[in-house]
């Protein structure tokens, strides 16, 4: 259990809350009111949460963070279904919560259940560090937002705001390493996101003053290139000049023409060649020989590529096969790509979302929010969906280190991103 000086500590240090820099209305108001005496509750199920392993590939772990969030879902109303995916994508399955009605706009909201955090990996529980931060695996990325969407709707549902509401909550079991193929694993997440017109993402806040409006894409490729083996004295005569040569030439004009393009951004991670190359493309590593005086027949390159856009993506691909077919002498290259991600452009309607939310912000006494630089992020559940609907995303708990050991939450920022969170739902519900 979390002691009294935690809770406490919640409420004061980062935010000056006058009554004077407020202009919320009466039910708004109270609904602030609401959040704030179901803070014990609600630090209570973040702190139980993230005391249970659930990294992607701890099955057992994701389905009872997922049996816990659902559990008080139920309690607000909601209709609670575990979509399970095919025995051969190895992964837990996914929470959906809803509430089908005809008021306001029809609401998706985005967490998921899964961390980088793999039972065989040493376990950080949740821990107070100071009186405005605490650790834990999952904190922030994204306990941390998730038990900022069931408070949310907690306080919204006490206040009466639920009602003839239509909002569902999806919890992926696998954000963080999605089944392969995607196609399969995000299925049923992408039929339901269409039948909504905003998706809400609840991912770590970069600020508070921060909010995403754009998430780059990710996808990969593959490098292979091919030479005649020969003794080095030839080489750049009639030797030819090897695969290494070749691949190099590939990767620096790669940096070349495309390194100045704003988000695009692409990354060789492994580059292996020589005179004897085994890859194991599923394992990502591989087996090489090779001798000074041997003329390297045979190169692989592996990389990502990220992007802000299906159109930039495309473009690039399209200049990394122009730069490929230009063989040095003695060499042929091949390059093919595989898709991740898809990308949230920065739309019209993401960013109208964003000034809503700066509203309500400026409204709570909080200060204006901005989008921020999609460079900064990576990408995420949303991006399946980015094409159907407004998006907003960012909108969970704030803190540092995610994906590593020592993850943290700014306790005293926590409480407010829960109010801001409901007030903007009530104000979507209502329009």
């Given at each position: 259990?979390?002691?009294?000086?935690?809770?406490?500590?919640?409420?004061?240090?980062?935010?000056?809350?006058s009554?004077?820099?407020?202009?919320?209305?009466?039910t708004?108001s109270a609904?602030l009111a609401k959040?704030?005496?179901?803070?014990?509750?609600t630090?209570?199920?973040?702190?139980?949460s993230?005391n249970i392993?659930?990294?992607t590939?701890?099955?057992?772990?994701?389905?009872?963070?997922?049996?816990?969030?659902?559990?008080?879902?139920?309690?607000?109303?909601?209709?609670v279904?575990?979509?399970?995916?095919p025995?051969?994508?190895k992964r837990?399955g996914?929470?959906?919560?809803?509430?089908?009605?005809?008021?306001?706009k029809k609401?998706f909201v985005?967490?998921?259940?899964d961390t980088?955090?793999?039972?065989?990996?040493?376990?950080?529980?949740?821990?107070?560090l100071n009186?405005s931060t605490?650790?834990?695996?999952?904190?922030?990325?994204m306990k941390?937002?998730?038990?900022v969407?069931?408070?949310a709707?907690k306080?919204?549902e006490?206040?009466?705001?639920?009602?003839?509401?239509n909002?569902?909550?999806?919890?992926?079991?696998?954000?963080?390493?999605?089944g392969?193929p995607?196609?399969?694993?995000?299925?049923?997440?992408i039929?339901r996101?269409?039948?909504?017109?905003?998706?809400?993402?609840?991912?770590?806040?970069?600020?508070?003053?921060?909010?995403?409006?754009a998430?780059?894409?990710?996808?990969?490729w593959?490098l292979?290139?091919?030479a005649?083996?020969?003794?080095s004295?030839?080489?750049?005569?009639?030797?030819?000049?090897?695969?290494i040569?070749?691949?190099s030439r590939i990767?620096?004009s790669?940096?070349?023409?495309?390194?100045?393009?704003?988000?695009?951004t692409?990354n060789?991670g492994?580059?292996?060649?020589?005179?004897?190359?085994?890859?194991?493309?599923?394992?990502?590593?591989?087996?090489?020989?090779?001798k000074?005086?041997?003329?390297?027949?045979?190169?692989?390159v592996?990389?990502d590529?990220r992007f802000?856009?299906?159109?930039?993506?495309?473009s690039?691909?399209d200049?990394?096969?122009?730069?490929?077919?230009?063989?040095l002498?003695?060499?042929k290259a091949y390059?093919r790509?595989?898709?991740?991600i898809?990308?949230?452009?920065?739309?019209?309607?993401?960013?109208l979302?964003?000034?809503?939310l700066?509203?309500v912000?400026?409204?709570m006494g909080?200060?204006?929010?901005?989008?921020?630089?999609?460079?900064?992020?990576?990408?995420g559940?949303?991006?399946?969906?980015?094409e159907y609907?407004n998006c907003?995303?960012?909108?969970?708990?704030?803190?540092?280190?995610?994906h590593?050991?020592?993850?943290?939450?700014?306790l005293?920022e926590?409480?407010?991103?829960?109010?801001?969170a409901?007030v903007?739902?009530s104000?979507?519900i209502?329009?």
């Open positions: 259990m979390l002691k009294k000086t935690l809770l406490l500590a919640a409420f004061v240090g980062a935010f000056s809350f009554k004077a820099q407020v202009n919320l209305s009466a708004e609904l959040v704030e005496a179901s803070m014990p509750e630090w209570k199920l973040l702190e139980e993230v392993n659930s990294g590939f701890n099955i057992a772990g994701v389905k009872k963070v997922g049996e816990m969030y659902a559990k008080e879902l139920k309690k607000l109303g909601f209709t279904e575990w979509v399970n995916l025995d051969s994508l837990a996914h929470l959906v919560a809803y509430r089908k009605g005809g008021k306001g609401i985005i967490g998921h259940l980088v955090f793999e039972p065989d990996m040493p376990f950080t529980p949740f821990t107070k009186d605490a650790t834990g695996q999952g904190v922030n990325d941390g937002g998730d038990v969407i069931i408070a709707l306080a919204l006490q206040q009466g705001l639920l009602k003839d509401a909002i569902t909550v999806y919890m992926t079991g696998d954000e963080e390493n999605a392969d995607h196609e399969v694993s995000r299925k049923d997440f039929e996101a269409k039948q909504h017109d905003i998706a809400l993402a609840f991912e770590t806040a970069t600020s508070f003053n921060i909010i995403t409006t998430r780059r894409g990710a996808s990969g593959q292979e290139v091919e005649s083996q020969g003794h004295s030839g080489v750049f005569g009639s030797g030819g000049y090897g695969s040569y070749e691949a990767i620096n790669f940096r070349e023409r495309l390194s100045g393009i704003q988000y695009l692409f060789p492994l580059i292996i060649g020589g005179s004897e190359v085994n890859y194991n493309e599923s394992k990502q590593n591989g087996l090489v020989s090779g000074t005086n041997i003329i390297s027949p045979k190169t692989v592996i990389g590529l802000i856009s299906e159109q930039q993506k495309n690039a691909r200049s990394m096969r122009a730069i490929v077919v230009n063989n002498p003695g060499t390059i790509f595989s898709d991740g898809p990308a949230m452009p920065p739309t019209q309607g993401n960013l979302l964003a000034e809503k700066s509203e912000s400026q409204a909080l200060g204006p929010v901005s989008p921020g630089n999609p460079g900064l992020r990576g990408a559940d949303i991006s399946y969906v980015a609907l907003l995303d960012g909108l969970g708990a704030s803190g540092r280190g995610a590593a050991p020592g993850e943290t939450i700014k005293n926590y409480p407010f991103l829960i109010k801001r409901a903007l739902i104000r979507l209502a329009n």
